[in-house]
């Protein structure tokens, strides 16, 4: 006959297993969203930990159940030693609302995850098997517990072998340039870096034929699939956003796509939460212009101006812009409306959106100059600029709303102007605002500070506040102060404005974070 020691440690092992394989699932999908990065499951773990405490609770509990279950057992309680078994499925639900299959991503079963999940499982066999020999069926817990450090054990542990799979496909994309033999033009920064790319093309299809990298494909894989899939022979530019999560990144990749031209929108605050300080930002930016022959950037931030300096200093030809109006190859004055594309032309009236960023027109404007495309070709493209999808597109609805689309937009600049010309479109139309967003991120020290900011934005300018989910809650609220109305969901926010907003408002959706985010 089985004894009930054995039905007990059979049912904890397979309630153990359901909430294993639900833990997984959660965080393979968190691995997969932050582009399976070493060390960022962990980072989404603690911002769960600081936004749903709910999860100690959770954890608590379950450690409660196992400990009175594991001593009733022993005191041969046998109806108390059935919550063992229990135990797993309270900590199934930790963090506490972390989707498990994913809302506004669900998990993909690329070849990737796949290996992350052999990984994973090489780690959680060794610390489950462990933790149940040392601890008993109430060991299963140990590895529950932990499952975002081992999926992030699992991707330090395939990050090298990651890269070896990769070189293929490099190798691919290196032939084909080769073969095709275009010329590229690098773009990075802060901001901006997708608008900017679509402006560029936009101009340099006035003389060349051209390809620029679709959407975000801004890291090596992306730019190695849009040259081996896209890249045609004729092709006379291609165009490269180039991102970064760390310093050496862009230095990785314009070794294995060299830049003629490479250019930089603007430094700021992005990424500085990962990289530490603006300085390791900038540093890391400027590996784009190592290697190139031509160099593009704006001279209004002065960090810009130093490095412009150290390019003219090793021979590199640099072209200067403006977006302040001030003296440069191609300058931009905004509030007069003039653009000077040559440092002996004359000014040339320029018609800017109010969610139009100037400084990415000029860099664009300062990449067509050094590919040659005269004033004639370039001035008059500025009234046609392609708007890069959920980046301040604008669109109305049957009732008479104007909708902003800013949803791909989460940095402290593009915020402002955003919020700005939503303002002024609706004291144009006569009616009123409301920005909907979850406030910005991956901002480090400052994250607090900015989102405040934005939020008493929105309110000095009358409009209404509606912050989603909890990631910056606490923030916006500080700085919107009456004039906000929080959602723990988007929909929520989306169904409250789309029923209050009348005739004539503007609804601004700024930014818009994925759900692995509280």
């Known amino acids: 006959m089985v004894s009930t020691a054995t039905i007990i440690f059979v049912a904890t092992l397979a309630t153990g297993v359901v909430a294993l394989t639900?833990?997984?699932?959660?965080?393979?999908?968190?691995?997969?969203?932050?582009?399976?990065?070493?060390?960022?499951?962990?980072?989404?773990?603690?911002l769960w930990l600081s936004r749903r405490p709910f999860t100690v609770v959770l954890w608590v509990v379950s450690l409660v159940l196992a400990l009175v279950g594991v001593f009733a057992h022993v005191l041969g309680v046998a109806q108390l030693a059935w919550l063992i078994p229990l135990a797993p499925l309270v900590a199934m639900w930790a963090p506490w609302r972390l989707p498990i299959r994913g809302v506004t991503k669900p998990l993909a079963l690329t070849g990737r995850l796949i290996r992350l999940a052999m990984a994973t499982l090489?780690?959680?066999?060794?610390?489950?098997?462990?933790?149940?020999?040392?601890?008993?069926?109430?060991?299963?817990?140990?590895?529950?517990?932990?499952l975002?450090?081992?999926?992030?054990?699992?991707?330090?542990?395939?990050?090298?072998?990651?890269?070896?799979?990769?070189?293929?496909?490099?190798?691919?994309?290196?032939?084909?340039?080769?073969?095709?033999?275009?010329?590229?033009?690098?773009?990075?920064?802060?901001?901006?870096?997708?608008?900017?790319?679509?402006?560029?093309a936009h101009l340099a299809s006035t003389k060349y034929s051209v390809l620029a990298s679709p959407a975000s494909f801004n890291n090596m894989m992306?730019?190695?699939?849009?040259?081996?899939?896209?890249?045609?022979?004729?092709?006379?530019?291609?165009?490269?956003?180039?991102?970064?999560?760390?310093?050496?990144?862009?230095?990785e990749l314009i070794n294995h796509f060299p830049p003629y031209i490479s250019a930089i929108t603007v430094i700021g605050e992005a990424h500085l939460e990962r990289l530490g300080s603006t300085e390791a930002i900038f540093r890391a930016k400027s590996e784009i212009t190592e290697n190139a022959s031509v160099v593009v950037l704006p001279v209004d931030q002065p960090e810009l101006v130093g490095l412009a300096?150290?390019?003219?200093?090793?021979?590199?030809?640099?072209?200067?812009?403006?977006?302040?109006?001030?003296?440069?190859?191609?300058?931009?004055?905004?509030?007069?409306?003039?653009?000077?594309?040559g440092l002996d032309a004359l000014p040339e009236t320029i018609e800017l959106?109010?969610?139009?960023?100037?400084?990415?027109?000029?860099?664009?404007?300062?990449?067509?100059?050094?590919?040659?495309?005269?004033?004639?070709?370039?001035?008059?493209?500025?009234?046609?600029?392609?708007?890069?999808?959920?980046?301040?597109?604008?669109?109305?609805?049957p009732k008479g709303v104007a909708v902003i689309d800013d949803t791909y937009n989460s940095n402290p600049i593009g915020a402002k102007r955003a919020v700005e010309a939503a303002a002024a479109l609706a004291s144009k139309r006569g009616g009123t605002f409301f920005v909907v967003t979850p406030g910005m991120v991956e901002l480090g020290p400052v994250q607090e500070e900015r989102n405040r900011q934005l939020g008493e934005l929105v309110a000095d300018l009358g409009g209404q506040l509606v912050p989603v989910g909890l990631t910056n809650r606490s923030a916006l609220v500080a700085g919107g102060g009456d004039s906000t109305t929080t959602f723990l969901t988007r929909n929520q926010a989306v169904r409250f404005v789309t029923e209050s907003a009348a005739e004539f408002d503007v609804i601004l959706y700024e930014n818009d974070l994925p759900d692995h985010y509280p």
């Open 122 to 146: 090489f780690f959680l066999a060794i610390v489950g098997g462990a933790s149940v020999y040392l601890l008993g069926p109430a060991g299963i817990l140990v590895p529950i517990f932990l």
């Open 22 to 46: 639900a833990g997984l699932s959660r965080w393979l999908r968190v691995a997969q969203r932050v582009q399976y990065l070493p060390g960022e499951t962990l980072r989404v773990e603690r």
């Open 353 to 397: 959106e109010g969610l139009t960023h100037p400084v990415n027109v000029a860099v664009a404007l300062g990449i067509a100059w050094a590919l040659d495309i005269p004033a004639s070709l370039a001035i008059p493209q500025t009234l046609s600029f392609p708007v890069a999808a959920h980046r301040t597109e604008v669109a109305e609805t």
């Open 222 to 251: 992306g730019l190695s699939k849009s040259v081996n899939e896209k890249l045609t022979p004729g092709t006379e530019v291609f165009v490269a956003e180039m991102g970064m999560n760390a310093e050496g990144r862009i230095r």
């Open 148 to 200: 975002a450090l081992l999926v992030d054990a699992g991707t330090a542990l395939m990050w090298p072998l990651e890269k070896l799979a990769q070189r293929k496909f490099l190798n691919q994309a290196k032939e084909r340039l080769q073969k095709v033999n275009p010329q590229i033009v690098a773009i990075t920064g802060s901001y901006g870096k997708t608008s900017t790319k679509g402006y560029v």
């Open 309 to 341: 300096d150290t390019c003219r200093s090793r021979g590199t030809i640099v072209v200067t812009v403006s977006a302040e109006g001030l003296e440069a190859d191609v300058s931009i004055d905004p509030e007069a409306g003039v653009v000077r594309y």
